[in-house]
Antibody, heavy 118, light 108 residues
């Protein structure tokens, strides 16, 4: 079955960068895109962006454009989300999700808590 | 960016009652709207996509309707496990996509 396993929790200082990984198994990695969604503590879901695992095309939300880079390593079926110049309001659980081409997410990773604190 | 506005923010109902949740888009998204359920400490779960199609394994008490800018998620008879937060998501001009701010469905 489909599994998306994310890297562990991170604590970063303001201004630093974080790179979260999402390792996929149970399906052909390049047949589905990967979306990234985050959720600040007690808040709603925020769509961050999407990457095509087939050709590397990306689309980022305006709010994080310029600070985020999404990449994939097809040899290991792993997607990565790097966020730079971290601020306190980047503190959130970051989720990856398998996206079948229609933008909807059925399969989700377990989430990675990123805490930005001095 | 298409903004989704969900109402009400909180809905207090009893098991067995009917729940009606609303999602309004700032511009037309055709039928490209989904509904998710999220429980504390869990990832979201896709319930409905393309406005009215139930995802695999979703009980028939969940139904979606609407098109253009106004959408509704209906839970016909609430079960105890249905009390959670519900989000709508649009993919009208995919990519990008956006989520609504959520409706908390709580036990009265």
């Amino acid at each position: 079955q489909v599994h998306l396993v994310q890297s562990g929790a991170e604590v970063k200082k303001p201004g630093a960068s974080v790179k979260v990984s999402c390792r996929a198994s149970g399906y052909t990695f390049t047949n589905y895109g990967i979306s990234w969604v985050r959720q600040a503590p007690g808040q709603g879901l925020e769509w961050m962006g999407w990457i095509s695992t087939y050709n590397g095309n990306t689309n980022y939300a305006q709010k994080v454009q310029g600070r985020v880079t999404m990449t994939t390593d097809t040899s290991t079926s792993t997607a990565y989300m790097e966020l730079r110049s971290l601020r306190s309001d980047d503190t959130a659980v970051y989720y990856c999700g398998r996206e079948p081409g229609d933008g909807y997410i059925v399969h989700w990773g377990q989430g990675t808590l990123v805490t930005v604190s001095p | 960016e298409i903004v989704l506005t969900q109402s009400p923010a909180t809905l207090s109902l009893s098991p067995g009652e009917r729940a009606t949740l609303s999602c309004r888009a700032s511009q037309s998204v055709s039928s490209f709207l989904a509904w998710y359920q999220q429980k504390p400490g869990q990832a979201p779960r896709l319930l409905i996509y393309d406005a009215s199609t139930r995802a695999t394994g979703i009980p028939a008490r969940f139904s979606g309707s609407g098109s253009g800018t106004d959408f509704t998620l209906t839970i016909s008879s609430l079960e105890p496990e249905d009390f959670a937060v519900y989000y709508c998501q649009q993919r009208g001009n995919w990519p990008p996509s956006t989520f609504g701010q959520g409706t908390r469905l709580e036990i009265k």
